[in-house]
């Protein structure tokens, strides 16, 4: 059985950073995605890694602030995210793709706020 879980989100002042993660289970080769999603708005795509990490893709408005990464050892994807702004707020949540299928997380809140 597949299960993704995301951990790392909180409350944290603009300007200032964090890291998720998510750890996969019941996966061995995926490609994966940080998503974000504020009410009434669709879910965007933040971030994408290839299986092997050579392949990233970013949102226009997190490039240059966030990095996606992961380690395979671990069947884990990071999310570092630095100089935070207020817009960043929202719940984050990390898909995976492999042949199988796609699997989503049940994500983990990000606020940033002063």
């Known amino acids: 059985q597949v299960q993704l879980v995301e951990s790392g989100g909180g409350l944290v002042q603009p300007g200032g950073s964090l890291r998720l993660s998510c750890a996969a289970s019941?996966?061995?080769?995926?490609?994966a995605s940080w998503y974000r999603q504020v009410p009434g708005k669709e879910r965007e795509l933040v971030a994408y890694?290839?299986?092997?990490?050579?392949?990233?893709h970013y949102a226009g408005s997190v490039k240059d602030r966030f990095s996606i990464s992961r380690d395979n050892a671990k069947n884990t994807v990071y999310l570092q995210m630095n100089s935070l702004k207020p817009d960043d707020t929202a719940a984050y949540y990390c898909?995976?793709?492999?042949?199988?299928?796609?699997?989503w997380g049940k994500g983990t809140l990000v606020t940033v706020s002063s």
């Open positions: 019941g996966l061995s080769t995926f490609g």
């Open positions: 898909k995976a793709f492999a042949s199988g299928g796609e699997y």
């Open positions: 890694i290839s299986w092997d990490g050579t392949n990233t």
